[in-house]
């Protein structure tokens, strides 16, 4: 039936931003990689530099993500529908978005001291290096706020394309300033960087460009935003402005960010206890090189890849769709729109998750400085995570009905719960040897993507009643057969390749992983899509119509 699947509109606009999300990934991996030649991956400015450079974005994650990722969406839709378009809601939320993003980042940048000292691990001699780089890149939280405080504005209305775009000059300006860096200030290889060698100039490179890329980011949204004609101005108005509703759905969401992210601290706390036990299994006889917290991180960047790519996009257009469903009382419409929306996210979960898994090893290989031991180990922490990739997407875009309800507490209520079992896990890895915390805290992360699958079915049961589960069921049941047969010939093909051997090509060199993963990423595709053939997998139609339609024109 028709309304079994997603609408031609809706896959259109999610291929749009599919495509823009897709590009910006592949730079951001470029962006990795040139970054650990002018850098290195495990030297210690290395680690300076990640601290300070990951903190602007969990900061403004903290404090102020969910509002806007989350809650602006259906306020803007419904503003709408007033005589001036939304005007001056829009013109009030923004005004007093970025006035309070403006104080975030400056206190913020002020602190930088004691909140390195607070959420990192890095010692006295490493704090100074890390308060220069903070200073430069904090006041990133405003334009990341602004990004996505404008970005939404343009997605309630119907501009999808330009917010996923947006980060492609992101990582153009990043990886431009790594060249820059390179060319002027030199790599690891040949300068061994450390705090004392470190340079005011290669401070202005590195942390100013990625800063810059940010900034960008924001900045062309305006271009976008004026083409909308809605006549916005600055707006210091609170009251009449609409705005209760508003601060009713953030309170709830700006709990359920500081839960969440308090859980990610300690999953980090966990995981450098594993970093910092390195030395001494490195002294070993024979040496052992064990996981720490930048292979969970660097494993939890490729596991993310389809939930950024297809599940990001796709349900920032079902978002809108769902707003407007609550919006006019369509509980029917709701429940078609969540079911087509997790099957089709489904095709291509299930698909990349099997894809992680059987080529773990030569996708690590070209974020493992060419070490075939240090790709092992990464490989094998980013098989634990990927097995759980569809259970993230799910969760995901099971969680934005109820925020496109204007629901902020019942996803509080949920984090509450999954945190608490999340954390438990946390402290059972910290429990392990240090050569196996960071696998514990994979299996956790795993555990945790599927307890939230089951307790977000509950608690969307009781807000909708039957949402077609089991229809959904009974598709991702035969995606999921479609996806084995795959891995298998994938794992074959791999074998051949001397895939499951040290000396093995696949694991010789970077152009024999490359070899390995197209030879075998190729042969897994086209077997799963014969497969869901196979199989009467109707999804796979609407999964694929955009992007068949734009190849024949």
Same mark, same amino acid.
């Given at each position: 039936?028709?309304?079994?699947?997603?609408?031609?509109?809706?896959?259109?606009?999610?291929?749009?931003?599919?495509?823009?999300?897709?590009?910006?990934?592949?730079?951001?991996?470029?962006?990795?990689?040139?970054?650990?030649?002018?850098?290195?991956?495990?030297?210690?400015?290395?680690?300076?530099?990640?601290?300070?450079?990951?903190?602007? !974005?969990?900061?403004?994650?903290?404090?102020?993500?969910?509002?806007?990722?989350?809650?602006?969406?259906?306020?803007?839709?419904?503003?709408?529908?007033?005589?001036?378009?939304?005007?001056?809601?829009?013109?009030?939320?923004?005004?007093?978005?970025?006035?309070?993003?403006?104080?975030?980042?400056?206190?913020?940048?002020?602190?930088?001291?004691?909140?390195?000292?607070?959420?990192?691990?890095?010692?006295?001699?490493?704090?100074?290096?890390?308060?220069?780089?903070?200073?430069?890149?904090?006041?990133?939280?405003?334009?990341?706020?602004?990004?996505?405080?404008?970005?939404?504005?343009?997605?309630? !209305?119907?501009?999808?394309?330009?917010?996923?775009?947006?980060?492609?000059?992101?990582?153009?300006?990043?990886?431009?300033?790594?060249?820059?860096?390179?060319?002027?200030?030199?790599?690891?290889?040949?300068?061994?960087?450390?705090?004392?060698?470190?340079?005011?100039?290669?401070?202005?490179?590195?942390?100013?460009?990625?800063?810059?890329?940010?900034?960008?980011?924001?900045?062309?949204?305006?271009?976008?935003?004026?083409?909308?004609?809605?006549?916005?101005?600055?707006?210091?108005?609170?009251?009449?402005?609409?705005?209760?509703?508003?601060?009713?759905?953030?309170?709830?969401?700006?709990?359920?960010?500081?839960?969440?992210?308090?859980?990610?601290?300690?999953?980090?706390?966990?995981?450098?206890?594993? &970093?910092?036990?390195?030395?001494?299994?490195?002294?070993?006889?024979?040496?052992?090189?064990?996981?720490?917290?930048? !292979?969970?991180?660097?494993?939890?960047?490729?596991?993310?890849?389809?939930?950024?790519?297809?599940?990001?996009?796709?349900?920032?257009?079902?978002? !809108?769709?769902?707003?407007?469903?609550?919006?006019?009382?369509?509980?029917?419409?709701?429940?078609?729109?969540?079911? &087509?929306?997790?099957?089709?996210?489904?095709?291509?979960?299930?698909?990349?998750?099997?894809?992680?898994?059987?080529?773990?090893?030569?996708?690590?290989?070209?974020?493992?400085?060419?070490?075939?031991?240090?790709?092992?180990?990464?490989?094998?922490?980013?098989?634990?995570?990927?097995?759980?990739?569809?259970?993230? &997407?799910?969760?995901?875009?099971?969680?934005?009905?109820?925020?496109?309800?204007?629901?902020?507490?019942?996803?509080?209520?949920?984090?509450?719960?999954?945190?608490?079992?999340?954390?438990?896990?946390?402290?059972?890895?910290?429990?392990?040897?240090?050569?196996?915390?960071?696998?514990?805290?994979?299996?956790?992360?795993?555990?945790?993507?599927?307890?939230?699958?089951?307790?977000?079915?509950?608690?969307?049961?009781?807000?909708?009643?039957?949402?077609?589960?089991?229809?959904?069921?009974?598709?991702?049941?035969?995606?999921?057969?479609?996806?084995?047969?795959?891995?298998?010939?994938?794992?074959?093909?791999?074998?051949?390749?001397?895939?499951?051997?040290?000396?093995?090509?696949?694991?010789?060199?970077?152009?024999?992983?490359?070899?390995?993963?197209?030879?075998?990423?190729?042969?897994?595709?086209? &077997?799963?899509?014969?497969?869901?053939?196979?199989?009467?997998?109707?999804?796979?139609?609407?999964?694929?119509?955009?992007?068949?339609?734009?190849?024949?024109?």
């Amino acid at each position: 039936m028709a309304e079994k699947n997603i609408a031609p509109s809706t896959a259109r606009s999610s291929a749009v931003m599919a495509a823009g999300t897709l590009v910006s990934r592949v730079l951001g991996l470029v962006r990795t990689a040139l970054l650990a030649v002018a850098i290195g991956n495990t030297g210690l400015v290395t680690d300076i530099f990640s601290s300070a450079n990951v903190l602007p !974005n969990f900061i403004y994650l903290l404090l102020a993500g969910g509002v806007f990722n989350a809650v602006l969406v259906p306020q803007i839709i419904k503003a709408s529908k007033q005589p001036d378009r939304g005007r001056e809601f829009v013109s009030s939320i923004m005004t007093l978005s970025l006035l309070g993003l403006a104080v975030l980042a400056l206190a913020a940048t002020l602190a930088a001291p004691w909140i390195l000292r607070l959420v990192t691990s890095l010692n006295e001699s490493q704090l100074p290096l890390g308060t220069i780089f903070a200073y430069w890149l904090f006041p990133q939280i405003f334009f990341y706020g602004a990004y996505a405080v404008i970005g939404q504005t343009l997605n309630a !209305n119907g501009r999808f394309g330009a917010y996923m775009w947006a980060p492609v000059v992101n990582n153009i300006i990043a990886i431009a300033g790594i060249l820059l860096f390179i060319t002027l200030v030199g790599t690891q290889e040949a300068n061994s960087f450390s705090p004392e060698n470190w340079t005011s100039t290669a401070t202005l490179v590195l942390a100013g460009s990625t800063t810059l890329g940010v900034v960008l980011q924001a900045a062309v949204l305006l271009i976008p935003l004026r083409k909308l004609g809605l006549g916005l101005r600055p707006s210091f108005r609170v009251r009449g402005a609409g705005l209760g509703q508003t601060v009713k759905v953030a309170k709830w969401t700006i709990i359920t960010m500081v839960v969440g992210n308090g859980a990610y601290l300690v999953y980090t706390k966990v995981a450098t206890i594993a &970093s910092d036990a390195r030395p001494t299994y490195a002294a070993m006889n024979p040496p052992e090189i064990i996981a720490g917290h930048l !292979n969970l991180e660097t494993a939890t960047m490729f596991y993310m890849i389809p939930h950024s790519v297809i599940t990001l996009s796709l349900a920032t257009v079902l978002f !809108n769709q769902l707003s407007h469903a609550f919006t006019e009382g369509d509980l029917d419409g709701v429940r078609k729109t969540m079911s &087509s929306g997790l099957r089709a996210i489904g095709v291509a979960t299930v698909f990349c998750s099997a894809v992680l898994v059987v080529l773990a090893g030569p996708i690590s290989m070209w974020f493992s400085g060419g070490s075939v031991a240090s790709a092992a180990v990464q490989g094998q922490v980013l098989v634990l995570l990927a097995i759980s990739t569809p259970f993230l &997407s799910a969760t995901f875009l099971m969680n934005r009905a109820f925020y496109a309800d204007e629901d902020g507490k019942t996803p509080m209520i949920m984090q509450l719960m999954l945190s608490a079992f999340g954390i438990a896990l946390a402290i059972g890895a910290a429990a392990l040897p240090a050569n196996r915390i960071v696998f514990g805290l994979a299996i956790a992360y795993s555990l945790g993507n599927l307890a939230s699958v089951l307790v977000s079915h509950i608690f969307l049961t009781r807000k909708l009643g039957g949402y077609g589960a089991g229809e959904i069921f009974d598709a991702h049941v035969r995606m999921a057969i479609a996806a084995l047969g795959s891995a298998a010939l994938g794992s074959a093909a791999l074998g051949l390749l001397g895939g499951y051997s040290a000396d093995g090509f696949a694991w010789q060199s970077l152009v024999g992983s490359l070899v390995s993963l197209v030879v075998c990423g190729s042969l897994m595709a086209v &077997s799963y899509f014969y497969m869901l053939r196979l199989l009467r997998v109707q999804e796979l139609d609407a999964f694929l119509a955009p992007l068949v339609a734009k190849l024949r024109r």
